[in-house]
T-cell receptor, first 111, second 116 residues
Framework: SQKIEQNSEALNIQEGKTATLTCNYT??????LQWYRQDPGRGPVFLLLIRENEKEKRKERLKVTFDTTLKQSLFHITASQPADSATYLC??????????WGAGTKLIIKP | GAVVSQHPSWVICKSGTSVKIECRSLDFQATTMFWYRQFPKQSLMLMATSNEGSKATYEQGVEKDKFLINHASLTLSTLTVTSAHPEDSSFYICSAGKRRQNTEAFFGQGTRLTVV
């Protein structure tokens, strides 16, 4: 079955550094991949979508890569700030317009 | 982006009672809405997919008679947890798509249900 893995351990990064989160998947070839941010007690908020024919996507301080050979996506936040602290979820397109979700990685940016 | 409003944001109810959660798309028509359940530090678990004007499609293991979903219009879907029990306590989130295609999902704020 399809499986998505995100690092379950929290990632601690010093303010100003680049934070890199990983999303690996198996038994699947998605047409696109999405990244979301979720704050405690809130619903996820869409950040970026990258398609299978795109290697890289950028939005302000965010950058996403998509390696269909490695079956991996990397999510980068440059010049990280304490306000970037949140849980970041990756999701793949599934059947019937559904999304298949990773468990998320908690990012903590320390001042 | 599109706005999805979910209400209430939190609710406490007694065991055995029913609770209704509303999900509204405020500035677009949502042909498809999804209902998720999320336990602490876990992934979003899809419960059901509702399409306007038709019966919801439930994921395996989700009791359709316990979690009633109604998608009567293009802007409103409701989830009713019937005869709630403490094990139903969780964070419930809805999301809506703008079209019948795979694009970004827009989520409601979520509802924290506590059954005592």
């Amino acid at each position: 079955s399809q499986k998505i893995e995100q690092n379950s351990e929290a990632l601690n990064i010093q303010e100003g550094k680049t934070a890199t989160l990983t999303c690996n998947y198996t038994n699947y070839s998605p047409a696109y991949l999405q990244w979301y941010r979720q704050d405690p007690g809130r619903g996820p908020v869409f950040l970026l979508l990258i398609r299978e024919n795109e290697k890289e996507k950028r939005k302000e301080r965010l950058k996403v890569t998509f390696d269909t050979t490695l079956k991996q996506s990397l999510f980068h936040i440059t010049a990280s700030q304490p306000a970037d602290s949140a849980t970041y979820l990756c999701a793949l397109d599934g059947s019937n317009y559904q999304l298949i979700w990773g468990a998320g990685t908690k990012l903590i940016i320390k001042p | 982006g599109a706005v999805v409003s979910q209400h209430p944001s939190w609710v406490i109810c007694k065991s055995g009672t029913s609770v209704k959660i509303e999900c509204r798309s405020l500035d677009f028509q949502a042909t498809t809405m999804f209902w998720y359940r999320q336990f602490p530090k876990q992934s979003l678990m899809l419960m059901a997919t509702s399409n306007e004007g038709s019966k919801a499609t439930y994921e395996q293991g989700v009791e359709k008679d316990k979690f009633l979903i109604n998608h009567a219009s293009l802007t409103l879907s409701t989830l009713t947890v019937t005869s709630a029990h403490p094990e139903d306590s969780s964070f419930y989130i809805c999301s809506a798509g703008k079209r019948r295609q795979n694009t970004e999902a827009f989520f409601g704020q979520g509802t924290r249900l506590t059954v005592v």
